[in-house]
């Protein structure tokens, strides 16, 4: 795009902005916490740093702005504003600097809304971590970057060697004047007087391709029984409900050889495993809770990258999702993970990701007013199918480095709205996966809990997959 020019918000990335606009307790910005040798840059040099970078990442220095009545879908405008200094925040950790208490903190910076008059993110730098270590907060609104492409910040924002990354671009930024609320306005009126023409121009395209669009349609066709299913209210338990505006934050840790070695002995999927321990640790908190692990009591929506090869720096959400039962019924840990296994590999053939992909696309030649409207009041209506959310992002194999700073490890945060009251993400580097788990301060105290039950979850799963001994019958291979 044109620096400077307006730009149009995809439905999608839309509807993050809105759902935030009607769930006051709701704060949809995603996170990642990068935790560092020591010891911390000082602010001026930090502050340098991340200026050097600002023409890199374009939307930075932009704002959103909702057009009136959503007649159209909100836009990117350069902030005339901007300063760099209101962005970048830096603060301590009390003693002793642990998990504990940067998990305290994080849920705070978490809880609290980005302002919508400025550019909707946030570094924030933590001192004082346990072992000399500091740690950066990168916080990001869910309308701007999905996990893949805020994954690609980390190659932006942060080097591949100790010694920097050699040319970056001059700066030649000079923002243009905001338009103004009547402009807006006037700009969606013309783009609904022109969609007929659009939908004209999408519909000779497709008969210009005939094959090509009938496939696209019965790819499309094939999730919608799947989709319509999800329509079906899961089993009610205190996993879901009323929610307020404070957040709690915990995390888990598994090395990642250990957590390839269990999907390939049991001749399943990384996410496959990662899925199966997040399901045995939600089965133990009801258990603890007193309550019934059912078949169906917990639905979860499973983001799904639809990015084409070469798209990771396009900064705007290219998802679809699945939403799968995760088995919590089930009393074994082998026992889940097949069960896990075979419900990914039935979704992922029924075609129910490539139909949300083709509503999404659908939707961005569309009028948008149908579209921001039934946002709105889809985020009013009562929503008892989904229980939870679960990530699975894939980070850096190589180490990043912020001014000669190395990254130790990247922890990830998913935000929950909705009635979820929590969420797990899941993001790899290097050698490690980290699992950040959000909760309700009030509805969800167990967070902490809930990681320390996924990583028992994890050990077991080494055990059911380990290696016969000398003596003894081999764990059975998961059924494919």
């Known amino acids: ?40 840059p000082d602010h001026e040099q930090f502050l340098a740093a991340i200026r050097a970078r600002l023409p890199l990442v374009e939307r930075y220095r932009q704002k959103a702005r909702e057009v009136p009545l959503d007649l159209g879908p ?65 916080k990001v609104h869910h309308c701007m970057v999905d996990g893949v492409s805020g994954t690609h910040l980390y190659y932006v924002i942060f080097d591949l060697s100790p010694e920097g990354t050699p040319g970056l671009p001059p700066d030649e930024w000079h923002p243009r004047a905001e338009p103004s609320a009547l402009r807006l306005t006037g700009r969606a009126l013309r783009d609904l007087l022109l969609n007929p023409a659009e939908q004209a121009r999408m519909l000779g395209r497709s008969l210009a391709a005939p094959r090509a669009a009938a496939e696209r349609v019965a790819r499309a066709a094939r999730g919608l029984v799947p989709l319509a299913g999800a329509l079906w209210p899961a089993t009610g338990s205190t996993l879901v409900g009323p929610i ?24 399943v999927t990384f996410n496959d495993v990662v899925l199966s321990a997040i399901s045995g640790a939600y089965r133990t908190l009801l258990i603890e809770r007193g309550e019934e692990p059912g078949p169906h009591a917990v639905r979860s929506l499973v983001p ?58 659908l939707a961005t030649h569309e009028p948008f007013p149908p579209i921001g409207w039934g946002t709105r009041l889809a985020a009013h209506l009562p929503q008892r199918q989904i229980v939870t959310v679960t990530t699975n992002v894939p980070g850096p194999r190589m180490p990043l480095y912020l001014l000669g700073r190395r990254v130790l490890e990247i922890l990830p945060y998913v935000p929950i709205a909705t009635r979820l009251r929590t969420g797990v993400s899941v993001f790899t580097y290097c050698d490690q996966v980290a699992f950040g788990v959000t909760g309700d301060y009030d509805s969800a105290p167990e967070v902490g809990r809930l990681a320390l039950a996924i990583e028992q979850e994890l050990a077991g799963l080494r055990r059911a997959c380990a290696p016969p001994s000398p003596v003894g019958r081999a764990p059975a291979r998961v059924a494919s």
């Open 74 to 138: 909100p836009v990117w405008v350069d902030d005339p504003a901007f300063d760099l200094g209101y962005h970048v925040r830096r603060v301590a950790l009390p003693a002793p600097g642990g998990d504990a208490e940067l998990g305290e903190l994080i849920a705070d910076i978490m809880s609290q809304r980005l302002d919508r008059g400025r550019p909707l993110w946030e570094y924030w730098v933590i001192e004082g971590l346990a072992g000399g270590r500091w740690a950066l907060v990168s």
């Open 304 to 361: 799904v990258s639809v990015r084409a090869p070469g798209d990771e720096g396009v900064y705007e959400n290219r998802i679809s999702l699945l939403l799968a039962f995760l088995p919590v019924h089930l009393p074994g840990p082998a026992e889940r993970l097949a069960a896990v296994h075979a419900h990914l590999a039935e979704l992922k053939a029924s075609g129910e990701a490539q139909t949300g992909e083709a509503f999404t696309t």
């Open 244 to 267: 307020g505006e404070h957040r709690r934050y915990a995390i888990a840790r598994a090395k990642l050889e250990e957590v390839k070695e269990v999907a390939h002995r049991a001749g």
């Open 1 to 40: 795009m044109t620096n400077g020019t307006a730009d149009h918000m995809s439905p999608l990335d839309a509807a993050f902005l809105t759902l935030e606009d009607e769930q006051p307790e709701a704060s949809l910005a995603i996170s990642s916490v990068a935790v560092l040798e020591g010891p911390p």
